[in-house]
């Protein structure tokens, strides 16, 4: 009785610890297509490059669904106690493991980079498309508002931009202290409002540090998942044996 209370106790472990990666992973990955999309609108015509960034949760959704698919298979297989099916779940999940350890050390590697992307594609989206786009627009007067900051370095950001020549040299009310209407170039400068990028970088940090510490949990999952996986695979042998 107690080898058959073991045994029920592995099959569920190995059934609800690949689901529960599963699980985790696709709510993360509608997390970010989701949370994400706003995001991409404040690069403007640079969105197109940044959705390989969106791409992570199509990629997070899929292997999702994969582990709780594999979560079935494994319990399938440690019920009717198939080698086969057990080394099938634990190739399956160790290259998913690897993949996402891969993953993991590009995410880090690009990260550096970050500074220089967010400029390169944020500031020409300020010089083209606010007071053009409105779904821009009102995303960066809600983001300035809210940060209570001024373009993506500072107040230059707008100079020369197509919102500033339209509105005879005024730049949006928030880059001056007052909040007046017009915020001339002069009273702007005077202001020293600072420059919406710290809060954004700091956000998007924010966001990585949980998405780590998710993808770090999972891993965990996973690990334990393969252990208990072999477990049982060498308990057949020396149950054969």
Request: hydrophobic share 50%.
């Amino acid at each position: 009785m107690h080898r058959c209370l073991r045994k029920y106790m592995l099959i569920i472990f190995i059934w609800i610890l690949p689901q529960l990666g599963g699980l985790t992973l696709l709510a993360m990955g509608i997390w970010v297509s989701v949370d994400g999309s706003s995001f991409l609108h404040l690069l403007g015509p640079f969105s197109s490059q940044g959705m390989q960034f969106v791409n992570v949760a199509f990629f997070c959704i899929a292997i999702g669904a994969i582990l709780v698919l594999l979560g079935l298979l494994g319990c399938c297989g440690a019920h009717k106690e198939s080698k086969c099916l057990l080394l099938t779940f634990f190739s399956i999940i160790l290259i998913i493991f690897i993949a996402e350890v891969a993953a993991g050390v590009v995410a880090l590697a690009y990260s550096s980079f970050a500074e220089g992307i967010l400029r390169a594609w944020a500031t020409p989206a300020l010089q083209k498309d606010y007071g053009n786009d409105p779904v821009v627009t009102k995303i960066w007067n809600t983001t300035m508002i809210e940060l209570q900051c001024c373009g993506f370095s500072n107040y230059t950001d707008f100079v020369g931009s197509t919102f500033v020549t339209e509105n005879g040299g005024s730049l949006p009310s928030s880059c001056c202290w007052t909040n007046s209407t017009p915020c001339s170039l002069g009273e702007a400068e005077r202001s020293t409002v600072q420059g919406c990028f710290e809060q954004i970088l700091e956000t998007l940090r924010e966001h990585a540090n949980i998405v780590g510490g998710i993808a770090a949990g999972i891993g965990v999952l996973e690990i334990a998942a393969m252990i208990v996986s072999m477990y049982l695979y060498c308990h057949l042998d020396s149950r054969v044996n």
